[in-house]
């Protein structure tokens, strides 16, 4: 857990906790346990990262992420992280979805040797007051860029 970043454990992420949630931040690379929280401030926190993020290929060798559905109510959307890694230099940029997978057309994966270019992907979740969870896991791979990645941060 990157220093900072609020990780909510509570039901939405962790069926098994029933009624029990808790806040943890890390400081300074400590993991601490902030306190209990109350259901009825659960939403007020920020929701749970995507979980279960998996790369697989298409037919035609495009990358398709998916991920686990994050169960809190207020789920606004995910962003979509995408940092392309190529001869020119390295760009990072997001799309935004409401659906749990995407197919990234603009890349192909091939065999490394090959392979020219270099792409990571993560997710996180957005609420309906902007508050972004704790990333997913990163999913690196190679392959060839069929065109620039294009900064669309409106």
């Not at 609020?6 to 890390?26: K, Y």
């Not at 990234?104 to 994966?109: G, L, P, R």
């Amino acid at each position: 857990m990157k220093n900072g970043y609020v990780e909510v454990l509570s039901p939405c992420s962790n069926p098994s906790l029933q009624n029990i949630s808790f806040q943890l931040i890390n400081e300074n690379n400590q993991i601490k346990v902030i306190q209990k929280v109350e259901t009825s401030t659960l939403y007020q926190l920020p929701p749970s990262k995507p979980q279960n993020l998996q790369v697989t290929s298409s037919a035609n060798n495009h990358p398709i992420l998916t991920w686990s559905v994050n169960t809190e109510p207020d789920l606004s959307d995910y962003r979509i992280y995408k940092k392309l890694t190529t001869e020119s230099g390295t760009q990072t940029a997001y799309i935004t979805t409401t659906s749990t997978s995407y197919t990234d057309t603009d890349f192909e994966i091939t065999s490394p040797r090959l392979a020219t270019d270099g792409v990571e992907y993560w997710v996180v979740t957005v609420d309906l007051d902007n508050n972004l969870s704790v990333e997913s896991s990163h999913i690196i791979k190679t392959g060839e860029s069929l065109i620039q990645w294009k900064k669309s941060l409106e």
